[in-house]
């Protein structure tokens, strides 16, 4: 009699192991719950939306995605763990390159709190791997070992050695002056 009754349970667990995870959908766009970089299963720590002022309007930007090997919740856990990480970033709008260049220029600039020798060099390399983009398209940064992996649309741009050059683009989102406050926590799935 007990065995009837737990079977039933055991098809529905089965059947949700089995079951391939929901994406989540944000601003219309479907974005996956696990990443594999370098053999090892990431999955979606936080997700949120960049938006930048044009006037007094704002104007969404960009959907941000941070995927991780274990849940991150703090700047201080991100900067610990030795990762792999991988962000996308899905535009929401199209940009000339001078529009992107100015952008990646602002961000390194403003949010940065991890400067290091060679940082100049490593911010102009950086910010050259990326040229103009068309609304639906995706940047993404792979952040595994000691190397920075720039990526538009799955075709790899480049990428940049050493673990400082990963300290500052980190703080760029979760350190004392992120990009948008908002989208830090978001990031953090706090």
């Known amino acids: 009699m007990m065995m009837s009754k737990l079977l039933p349970l055991t098809l529905v667990f089965s059947f949700a192991l089995a079951t391939p995870a929901i994406p989540l959908v944000v601003e219309g766009y479907k974005f996956p719950t696990q990443k594999i970089v370098s053999g090892k299963e990431l999955s979606l720590n936080g997700s949120g939306v960049r938006t930048v002022k044009l006037g007094p309007l704002p104007i969404k930007a960009y959907v941000a995605t941070f995927y991780a090997s274990e849940p991150l919740r703090s700047e201080k856990a991100v900067l610990a763990s030795p990762g792999p990480f991988q962000f996308d970033f899905k535009f929401l709008k199209g940009a000339s390159d001078k529009q992107v260049i100015k952008a990646w220029t602002a961000q390194l600039e403003a949010s940065n709190t991890h400067s290091y020798d060679g940082f100049e060099a490593d911010k102009k390399k950086f910010i050259s791997m990326f040229g103009a983009l068309s609304k639906g398209w ?31 683009f980190l703080s760029l989102w979760f350190g004392k002056k992120p990009v948008m406050p908002s989208l830090k926590k978001d990031l953090l799935g706090i």
């Open 138 to 168: 995706t940047q993404t940064i792979v952040i595994d070992g000691d190397e920075t992996r720039a990526y538009e649309n799955n075709k790899l741009k480049g990428s940049i050695e050493g673990r400082a050059f990963q300290k500052s």
